[in-house]
T-cell receptor, first 112, second 114 residues
Framework: AQRVTQPEKLLSVFKGAPVELKCNYSYSGSPELFWYVQYSRQRLQLLLRHISRESIKGFTADLNKGETSFHLKKPFAQEEDSAMYYCALGGFSSGSARQLTFGSGTQLTVLP | NAGVTQTPKFQVLKTGQSMTLQCAQDMNHNSMYWYRQDPGMGLRLIYYSASEGTTDKGEVPNGYNVSRLNKREFSLRLESAAPSQTSVYFC?????????????FGDGTRLSIL
């Protein structure tokens, strides 16, 4: 069974401090990992995906297959980063496409 | 650029009432999904439609039915609402089915069952 664990429900950091949102997964196939973000009063939107290997709004995430992790990092947090962040797992298993499984989310608050 | 549109945005029902949540996308996507979002539990997949004419159960399908009316529209029906179905419901779509496909979400429907 595929599973996504986000151990922190709430995370607070001060503006300018580094931030890391943790995501661990269990999956038997070839995983695809995503981070989605939901800003206050906005719809859920894709932040980044591991296959793109890009930095969005200063955030990066590296897939570590050995540790089965996909932590989201930003070196200097900004107040506008305050939002709910969801890690999501998809991919393929036994040759079949799998639907996304979402973690329970981490509410990030960046304090002034 | 509407993307995924959900109606209504809010609804209050009494236990036992029925209701249909509507979802439409204008991106010509093949796949559509219904999720529910509950505190501390993230998003859980209720039903999905990999392509027009097909629907399949997700993680929490009990108490719900869906209809893929056409390529654009995917509705979710509660036949006999229960308080446990109080939640925020999100519709999403993707170009194709598969866990490597980014999904586009609607604004959500906040549903309360009394």
């Amino acid at each position: 069974a595929q599973r996504v664990t986000q151990p922190e429900k709430l995370l607070s950091v001060f503006k300018g401090a580094p931030v890391e949102l943790k995501c661990n997964y269990s999956y038997s196939g070839s995983p695809e990992l995503f981070w989605y973000v939901q800003y206050s009063r906005q719809r859920l939107q894709l932040l980044l995906r591991h296959i793109s290997r890009e930095s969005i709004k200063g955030f990066t995430a590296d897939l570590n297959k050995g540790e089965t992790s996909f932590h989201l990092k930003k070196p200097f947090a900004q107040e506008e980063d305050s939002a709910m962040y969801y890690c999501a797992l998809g991919g393929f298993s036994s040759g079949s496409a799998r639907q996304l499984t979402f973690g329970s989310g981490t509410q990030l608050t960046v304090l002034p | 650029n509407a993307g995924v549109t959900q109606t209504p945005k809010f609804q209050v029902l009494k236990t036992g009432q029925s209701m249909t949540l509507q979802c439409a996308q204008d991106m010509n996507h093949n796949s559509m999904y219904w999720y529910r979002q509950d505190p501390g539990m993230g998003l859980r997949l209720i039903y999905y439609s990999a392509s027009e004419g097909t629907t399949d159960k997700g993680e929490v399908p009990n108490g719900y039915n869906v209809s893929r009316l056409n390529k654009r529209e995917f509705s979710l029906r509660l036949e006999s609402a229960a308080p446990s179905q109080t939640s925020v419901y999100f519709c999403a779509s993707s170009e194709r089915f598969g866990g490597n496909q980014p999904q586009h979400f609607g604004d959500g429907t906040r549903l309360s069952i009394l």
